[in-house]
C-alpha cells in the first residue's frame, strides 16, 4: 500500500490539494507527482497500481483529487471510481486515458467521474485540472466534447416520460442547476446571479444531493434529459 500519514492541525482553507494517484505503470505515477507537486498546490498523499488498492488507499487518506487510470488490471479505473464515490463521496475522480475517443467517458461520468484527462496532457494543464476540479469545476477534453453531447441528444430523445425537475429543488437550485449544464464554471454561475461562489458550491452541493448524483457532468445530463433547458440552448 502506498500512502503518508494524514496531516493534523493544517489549516484547510491555505493547505494543498491532497491527491492520489492510481495508475498501473510506477514510471507514470514518478512522473505525475512530480507534475502534481510542481507548483506547491497540490501533494501527492498516496499512490495505488490497481483499482483495489486505489479503493483502501482513498478510504485510509480521504484524498481531494484522485487521478484514476480508466485501464488497470484486476479492477478497473470505472468500478474503482464507483467504489471510492460510495466511501469518499468528497472526492474528485479525474479519469486518466490515452486516447480522446475513450468510449468508457459516459460509463465514467455515471460511475461519478469528475472528467476525463488525456495523459499527453502537458505538466501545466495537469496541475490547472486539479484546481479547476477541486474547485467544483468538471473537466472534459474538447475532443471528447462530442461523446457528451451525442449522450445528452440521445437522452433527451428517450422516450421515457418526461417528471419533469425534482420538486424539492428550490426556484434558485433550478437556476443554477440550468447553469451548471450549460457548462458555466461557480464564479460564471456567482457573477450572473449575483451571488457569491460559496454560495454557488452551497447550491450546487445540495442539488446533487436532493437529486443522488455524483457529480456536476451527472447534474447537466439529468437537467437536459428533463428539458429543463430552453431549445435554443
Known amino acids: 500500500m ?14 494543498p490539494v ?38 483502501e488507499v482513498c478510504s485510509r487518506m480521504q484524498p481531494d483529487v484522485v ?6 488490471p484486476g479492477v478497473g ?34 460511475a461519478g467521474a469528475s472528467g476525463y484527462l488525456l495523459k499527453d496532457l502537458p505538466g501545466e494543464e495537469v496541475a490547472g485540472a486539479i484546481r479547476r476540479v477541486h474547485d467544483g469545476q468538471a473537466i472534459i477534453p474538447p475532443g471528447m466534447a ?18 419533469g425537475v425534482a420538486p424539492q429543488l428550490t426556484d434558485r437550485e433550478v437556476e443554477v442547476l440550468r447553469l451548471v449544464a450549460r457548462g458555466r464554471a461557480n464564479r460564471e454561475i456567482a457573477d450572473q446571479l449575483v451571488i457569491s461562489e460559496n454560495t454557488v458550491k452551497n447550491h450546487v452541493r445540495n442539488i446533487l444531493e436532493k437529486l443522488h448524483l455524483h ?10 434529459r428533463q428539458h429543463l433547458l430552453p431549445t435554443d440552448d
Open 146 to 163: 462530442a461523446t457528451l453531447l451525442q449522450e445528452f441528444t440521445r437522452l433527451s430523445q428517450d422516450p421515457a416520460p418526461v417528471i
Open 67 to 72: 487521478l484514476m487510470d480508466v485501464r488497470m
Open 18 to 55: 491532497r491527491v492520489v494517484i492510481a495508475d498501473d505503470h510506477d514510471l507514470y505515477r514518478r512522473g505525475m507527482r512530480v507534475v502534481v507537486e510542481l507548483d506547491g498546490i497540490a501533494e501527492v498523499v498516496g499512490e495505488a497500481s490497481d483499482g483495489n488498492e486505489a479503493v
Open 77 to 110: 479505473g470505472i468500478e474503482a471510481c464507483r467504489r471510492i464515490r460510495s466511501v469518499v463521496p468528497s472526492a474528485r475522480i479525474l479519469m486518466l486515458t490515452m486516447s480522446d475517443d475513450e468510449s468508457d467517458l459516459f460509463e465514467a461520468i455515471k
Open 215 to 224: 457529480s456536476r457532468v451527472e447534474a447537466a445530463v439529468y437537467a437536459h
Open 2 to 15: 502506498r500512502g503518508e500519514g494524514v496531516t493534523a492541525g493544517v489549516d484547510s482553507a491555505t493547505a
